[in-house]
């Protein structure tokens, strides 16, 4: 569930309100002790082959500037939490995702943010920031997703396929919640159905069934 939850923020990613003309028009000069550079920018965004650990003092650096403005600093905050998170630092991934909610109710922070309660094993909180995002995002697949694998893990079948589902109305080619949602009918007594959607997940993607018994998803 957690190298699930690692790569899925890694791809997701934040975007970042950083604008960066006035920089390019300035001319080169070696910058002064504790002046932001383009690279500090590019190294917290992960850019540059800029690992997660080259992330958060770049990033920190840049929080601690006093140069970003509101409410811009909170896609910092987000973009270090999911550095943290990426090093397994979830107590400090979840200080940052909290601050940054303090600053902007994005629905991408709440994301982040039950991704890390999920990793923390904090199952009702992941649940509301979930529900978060599918108020302020009903449209982003993920979300219906990761809920549906939490009602999996709970044994409520029932409800998985109902979210299951969702996703895969958004996403009609989302081949992992198809899987998921055929084994969700399965172990709610729908056979015929179940299996349908597996043979649909395994046209699409022959190597589905390990993608999801990472997630301890399994016929």
């Known amino acids: 569930m957690k190298r699930f939850l690692f790569s899925l923020v890694a791809m997701l990613g934040v975007v970042?309100?950083?604008?960066?003309?006035?920089?390019?028009?300035r001319p080169k000069a070696?910058?002064?002790?504790?002046?932001?550079?383009t690279a500090d920018l590019s190294t917290c965004m992960g850019l540059n082959n800029?690992?997660?650990?080259?992330?958060?003092?770049?990033?920190?650096?840049i929080i601690n500037s006093g140069d970003v403005k509101h409410p811009h600093l909170g896609d910092y905050y987000a973009t270090r939490g999911g550095a943290y998170f990426a090093l397994k630092q979830f107590d400090k991934a979840l200080a940052d995702l909290d601050k940054a909610l303090s600053i902007r109710k994005a629905p991408e922070f709440y994301f982040q943010r039950?991704?890390?309660?999920?990793?923390?094993?904090e199952n009702e909180p992941a649940k509301a920031d979930l529900a978060e995002v599918?108020?302020?995002?009903?449209?982003?697949?993920?979300?219906?997703?990761?809920?549906?694998?939490i009602a999996y893990?709970?044994?409520?079948?029932?409800?998985?396929?109902?979210?299951?589902?969702?996703a895969v109305k958004?996403?009609?080619?989302?081949?992992?919640?198809?899987?998921?949602?055929?084994?969700?009918?399965?172990?709610?007594g729908d056979d015929s159905g179940g299996d349908a959607d597996l043979k649909t997940a395994r046209g699409m993607r022959s190597g589905v069934d390990k993608d999801l018994e990472k997630l301890g998803v399994t016929p």
């Open 134 to 149: 599918i108020k302020l995002k009903p449209e982003f697949s993920a979300s219906y997703m990761m809920r549906g694998l």
């Open 50 to 61: 800029a690992t997660p650990r080259d992330q958060v003092p770049a990033c920190t650096k």
């Open 170 to 188: 958004r996403v009609p080619t989302y081949y992992q919640a198809i899987f998921a949602r055929g084994v969700s009918k399965k172990k709610s």
């Open 30 to 37: 070696k910058p002064k002790p504790g002046q932001l550079t």
């Open 114 to 121: 039950a991704l890390v309660r999920l990793a923390r094993n």
């Open 16 to 25: 970042l309100a950083v604008n960066l003309a006035e920089a390019k028009d």
């Open 153 to 166: 893990r709970a044994g409520e079948y029932a409800e998985a396929v109902t979210y299951f589902d969702s």
